[in-house]
C-alpha cells in the first residue's frame, strides 16, 4: 500500500496518474521500480520492445512470469496496470529473501499497455508474443503534436525495428501471472473482494443493412410500406432475446442505426444498424451471429425489404489455462474467507498476448469501486488491495510448485 501511495505521489497530479508510455514521467516511474527491487539477486534486462524484465533465477530455469503494466492513460487511476506491478514487486520481494526458488521467477513491466500516446495499444506484451504484424503502420503513426512513433521510441532507447525480438524473452516461459483491477461491476455487485478470469470475450461486429423503399408518410398506406427502420427495430430487440437465451455472459449491443432519408415525410428506405456481439465460448458466439443473421432474414421477409451483412472486425475469444484457472481459484478462497467467482473479461490484457503465444496464463480481478478506470476517480477498497496482494502471492507459491514439479 505504502508503494503504490508513493508511485500515485511521483507520478500523478491533482487529475491523476500521468504515467503515460514513451514520456519522461514514465521513465521516471520505471527507474522507481528499479529502486524498489534494488539489493535483491535479480538481474534487469530491458527488452527490444522496452519490456522491463527482473530475472529471479531458481533451481530449475522454467519460469513462472508475474506481469503488469506501470504506464497509465493521462489523467488515469492509481491501480490500473500499477496494481499489478507492485504486487509482483511485493511477491518477489518475498521470494527472494525465502532463498533460490524452485523454478526461476520473473516480473515484467510492459511497456505501453494504453496505447495512450500513439493509440496502439499493448505493444510490449505483443511485440514479446510475435502477433506485432503492424510494423509498417507503427512507423506512420503520429502523436498529437505530430512526434513520430519510431522518434519517441527511439528516446527511450527502443528501435521499432528489433521490437519483435523481444520474443526470446518467452522461451522459458512455463507460466504467466497477472493481477488486475476489474474495471467492471461485477464483483462490486455481487459483494466479493475477487474473481477469477476465464479468458477475454470473442468479438464479432457487423454492419448490418436493411433496404426498403422511401415513400410518402401520408399518402402510402400502413399495409403497402416497405420500411426499411421495421426490420432494423425488429433486429434490435430480438438481439436481447438471443443474448438473454445465449447465457454465460453473452452480450449483444446494437451501437447504432443511420436511416435514410431521414426525414419525417418519408418512409425508410435505408437502415445501416452497428451490431456488436461477444461471448467467450467461440461455439456459443458463432451461434449468436448466426442466429441474428437468420432472424434479419425472417424480419426482412415479413417487411418485404432486403438485408445485407458485412463484418466490421472480429477477435476470437482467448481462454486462459484450466489448471491455473483452478489454482487461482483456490488462491482466491484461502484468502478470501472460502468464496470466489469466475467471470470473463470484456477488455483485452497483456494477459491475452501472452496467452495467444502459447504461454499458460490466468489473471486474477479484485473489485473496482463503482465499476470506474481510466479516470482520477478509479479505486478499490484497501482491504480489497490487500486480499489481492495476498491471493497473487498464493498463486506464485502453488504455480512455482506445479512448474517445478512438471
Ligand atoms: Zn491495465
Not at 522507481?32 to 527490444?48: A, F
Not at 489455462?321 to 473479461?345: F, Y
Amino acid at each position: 500500500m505504502a508503494d503504490l501511495k508513493e508511485l500515485r505521489e511521483l507520478t500523478g497530479d491533482e487529475n491523476g496518474a500521468q504515467r503515460v508510455a514513451w514520456t519522461d514521467t514514465w521513465e521516471q516511474a520505471r527507474e522507481w521500480l528499479r529502486g524498489k527491487l534494488g539489493g535483491l539477486p535479480l538481474e534487469e534486462v530491458i527488452d527490444q520492445a522496452g519490456n522491463q524484465w527482473w530475472t529471479l533465477s531458481g533451481a530449475s530455469d522454467r519460469a513462472v512470469l508475474i506481469g503488469g503494466h506501470i504506464d497509465s492513460v493521462p489523467n488515469g487511476g492509481w491501480l490500473d496496470g500499477a496494481l499489478n506491478v507492485v504486487a509482483g514487486v511485493e511477491v518477489v520481494r518475498r521470494l527472494a529473501e525465502a532463498g533460490q526458488p524452485a523454478a526461476t521467477v520473473r516480473l515484467v513491466n510492459w511497456a505501453d499497455e494504453e496505447g495512450a500516446r500513439f493509440g496502439r495499444s499493448l505493444f510490449g506484451s505483443s511485440a514479446a508474443a510475435g502477433s506485432m504484424v503492424d510494423q509498417d503502420e507503427l512507423r506512420a503513426r503520429r502523436d498529437a503534436d505530430g512526434v513520430a512513433l519510431p522518434d519517441a521510441l527511439s528516446e527511450h532507447g527502443v528501435d521499432l525495428d528489433d521490437a519483435l525480438e523481444a520474443r526470446s524473452q518467452l522461451e522459458d516461459a512455463a507460466a504467466y501471472l497477472e493481477l488486475h483491477i476489474e474495471q467492471g461491476p461485477v464483483l462490486e455487485s455481487l459483494d466479493l473482494p475477487l474473481g477469477v478470469v476465464l479468458g477475454t470475450f470473442g468479438v464479432e461486429r457487423h454492419q448490418v443493412t436493411f433496404r426498403g423503399q422511401a415513400a410518402h408518410a401520408g399518402s402510402t398506406p400502413m399495409d403497402k410500406r416497405r420500411d426499411a427502420l421495421a426490420g432494423a427495430a425488429r433486429l434490435e430487440l430480438e438481439i436481447r432475446e438471443i443474448a438473454n437465451r445465449t447465457g454465460n455472459g453473452a452480450v449483444c449491443t446494437m451501437g447504432g442505426v443511420v436511416t435514410r432519408p431521414g426525414i419525417v415525410t418519408s418512409v425508410v428506405e435505408t437502415a445501416e444498424c452497428l451490431l456488436d456481439q461477444r461471448h467467450l465460448d467461440a461455439n456459443q458466439l458463432a451461434e449468436m451471429l448466426s442466429n441474428a443473421e437468420a432472424a434479419s432474414r425472417r424480419f426482412a421477409q415479413e417487411e418485404d425489404i432486403e438485408v445485407e451483412w458485412e463484418r466490421i472486425w472480429n477477435i476470437e475469444p482467448i481462454l486462459f489455462d484450466e489448471s491455473l484457472i483452478e489454482l487461482a481459484d483456490e488462491s482466491i478462497r484461502e484468502v478470501a474467507g472460502g468464496q470466489s467467482h469466475r467471470l470473463p473479461s470484456g477488455p483485452l490484457h497483456d494477459a491475452a498476448e501472452v496467452a495467444r503465444a502459447g504461454v499458460p496464463t490466468v489473471m486474477l480481478f479484485v473489485q473496482s469501486l463503482r465499476g470506474l478506470s481510466h479516470t482520477k476517480l478509479e479505486d478499490t477498497k484497501e482491504e480489497h488491495l490487500e486480499l489481492s496482494v495476498q491471493a497473487l502471492d498464493r498463486l506464485a507459491d502453488k504455480t512455482i510448485a506445479r512448474v517445478a514439479a512438471e
